[in-house]
């Protein structure tokens, strides 16, 4: 499979990512959301490096802002 054909919902990002360019709150709201279980919790790749799934992400976000979540 080419990557470059590879759907970017498909994509893992990283926690620097989702701060930077899908979610619009400070890194200490985000560990919040973590720790109190408000947000998908992902996936650990190793003991620090943890990724979510973009398409997760966007179907979070939506649910989130449409006032179910």
């Known amino acids: 499979m080419d ?4 759907d970017e919902d498909l994509r893992l990002v990283r926690k620097s990512y989702l701060l930077k360019y899908v979610l619009p709150v400070s ?7 973590l ?4 947000f998908p919790s992902g996936v ?3 003991d620090r490096i943890r990724v979510w799934s973009l ?3 966007k179907q979070w976000l939506a649910s989130n802002l449409s006032g179910e979540g």
Do not use: D, I, M, Y
């Open 35 to 38: 720790a109190t279980g408000r």
């Open 3 to 6: 990557p470059q054909t590879v």
């Open 44 to 46: 650990l790749l190793s």
């Open 55 to 57: 398409q997760e992400v």
């Open 27 to 33: 890194k200490a709201t985000f560990n919040r959301w």
